[in-house]
């Protein structure tokens, strides 16, 4: 059995993110889950993140690295304190520092991979690695730095 997604615990507040908010429609919805000592998630990019035909365009995938660093930094947080993901305080990260590298093409009309390794985790701030795969060749890579989001930001609970 599949343990559900770390993005389907984020608060409903706190789940619009055009990167993975569950609740954006016009959003990508990414899932980033642990799979052994790393973390996954997969897209489809649609014909219309094209940069060239054929090819994805460069922002989808600094997004992607991006939504999938924050989840990698909450799912290492939850792990971390061995907390299960639906405990309060709830784990929510913003992106402090992305740095994308891009490798190759990366082919539009294919499903692409995310890993997630987790380099530090100190306090409030955690910083991972990413690599982007299509058909499993790395296409890109990409270091998050991730800090816990201001409680300013979170806004008002009902």
């Known amino acids: 059995m599949k343990m559900k997604a770390i993005q389907n615990y984020y608060p409903e507040e706190l789940s619009h993110c055009y990167g993975c908010g569950k609740l ?21 990019p649609e014909k219309y993140h094209i940069a060239i035909p054929g090819f994805v365009y460069g922002g989808l995938i600094a997004s992607l690295i991006d939504c999938h660093g924050t989840g990698t930094a909450a799912l290492a947080s939850y792990k ?45 701030k955690v910083i991972s690695e990413i690599t982007l795969s299509a058909n499993g060749v790395v296409t890109a890579k990409g ?11 979170m806004g008002e609970k009902s």
């Open 80 to 124: 971390n304190e061995n907390r299960d993901f639906d405990t309060e305080p709830a784990f929510r990260f913003v992106t402090a520092s992305l740095q994308v590298d891009y490798l190759r093409p990366t082919p539009l009309g294919v499903e692409l991979e995310l890993r997630g390794k987790v380099v530090e985790l100190k306090g409030r």
């Open 24 to 44: 954006n429609e016009h959003g990508h919805q990414i899932k980033s889950y642990w799979e052994g000592d790393e973390t996954v998630a997969h897209f489809t």
């Open 143 to 153: 270091k998050v730095i991730a800090v816990q989001m201001p409680e300013k930001m």
